[in-house]
């Protein structure tokens, strides 16, 4: 293994993610392990430019790992998407002998480390820390699979409430545009239906899953909502409009919002982090730069940041075919 690069630099950038702090510990252990020098960045990019620099070494990442969110913090930075912005950022890089950077977060994450690769020929690598699985390259990405399991905990935990008041339940769940959450918990939540933005539904299909599942004799029943959906009203109108148009509907409505993003990361989580941050800095050591690593079909691969940022995930079809059958 080639070690042309001697120092690296790590930061997580974008909305935070279960499993952060698990990748960052991953990233300075493997360079640890490598003899190689780790300095952590705080707050993504605007630390960056900055130069809010801590050496790190295998200890100071100890007790880390079973942590959400990230001690290294997260910001999206304005000054970032500016020429001069990034000029910045490389300059302090170069005065702290730093020769390549580890970027955990997000699609715009990605997109300011490809540019900042393209303008200074900076060697980058990219881990996809996002709850919202929406990145190209990856089965999974980092906190996926952690918020999944924190909705579901309190999905079930609203059913208990709305069962024991034959209540109607809407439930917004993050994922920007994107559905993969919605359907997942759906399914494990046994929702009566799901809306997603990659598919518009419409109203008359709500209309008529819900009348379908009181007539079953259901006496309460829970819909997911996607905070994307493009059924082309927010979730406080979906209950106004059950209100008006659908008699005896006992409606109330929660949005989960940001507590989606904490907690304690999954074994899974955990686990890919571990494996996310050795192929990250294994690669760049290797010479390898502009890519993300990712989980496919059980391995780590990499794919070019471009492909990671520009393609979009699609979502699993037969999922809300399986919710459809569930919800009978
Ligand atoms: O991208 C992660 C995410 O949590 C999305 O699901 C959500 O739309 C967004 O970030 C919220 O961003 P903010 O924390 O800036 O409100």
Redesign the pocket.
Known sequence: MSKAIKKIAVLTS??D?PGMNAAIRSVVRTCAYHNIECVGVYRGYEGLIEGDFKQMDARSVRGIINKGGTILKSA?SKEFRTKEGRQKAFEKLAQNDIEGLVVVG?DGSFTGAMIFNEEFGFPVMGIPG???NDIVGTSHTLGFDTALNTVVDAIDKIRDTASSHNRLFFIEV???DVGH?ALNVGIAGGAEEILIPEEDLGLDRLVESLNKSRSSGKTSSIVIVA??DKIGKNIFELKDYVDENMENYDVRVSVLG?M??GGSPSCFDRVLASRMGVKAVESMLEGKTNFMVGLMNGNMELTPLEMAIKGKTKINLELLRVSDIMSI
């Open positions: 974008g909305g993610s999206r997000g996002t709850i919202d993050m994922g920007r959450i905070e994307g940001h989606q993003r």
